[in-house]
């Protein structure tokens, strides 16, 4: 389960707020239009790339009443449930980028590292 908030709205004004809480989410289907959109993560703090995920997204999930809801996402909303499923699969943003854009931030998160 995971609930997904838009952490953007205040830099982005044109992003509406976006809440909602995702049960026992599956992934069935991505397009193949790739999106470029620079990403961040409160697990990672004051890192952000582009990153590059599907356009498109169809999913499966039940609601807070535990009813079973199938449905597309586009946009903000399917960039945000993939980089919260993501996580579901142990899998940072950071993994997705290109070994020197890795190299370009590494001493960034090393120093996340040793405040931790």
């Not at 193949?32 to 004051?46: A, K, Q, W």
């Not at 790339?49 to 535990?66: C, I, M, P, T, W």
């Not at 909303?77 to 590494?106: C, N, V």
Request: charged share 30%; hydrophobic share 40%; net charge neutral.
């Amino acid at each position: 389960m995971f609930s997904i908030t838009t952490p953007l709205q205040g830099d982005a004004p044109l992003i509406g707020k976006v809440e909602q809480v995702f049960i026992n989410p599956q992934m069935i289907e991505q397009s193949t239009d790739i999106v470029i959109y620079n990403e961040g993560c409160l697990s990672i703090p004051d890192i952000y790339r582009g990153v590059e995920r599907s356009a498109k997204v169809k999913v499966r999930y039940q609601n807070l009443l535990f009813d079973t809801i199938e449905e597309e996402l586009d946009g903000i909303r399917a960039r945000i449930f993939l980089h919260e499923y993501d996580h579901l699969e142990g899998i940072l943003f950071i993994d997705k980028l290109s070994p020197l854009q890795r190299k370009l931030i590494a001493g960034k998160l090393n120093k996340i590292r040793k405040q931790r």
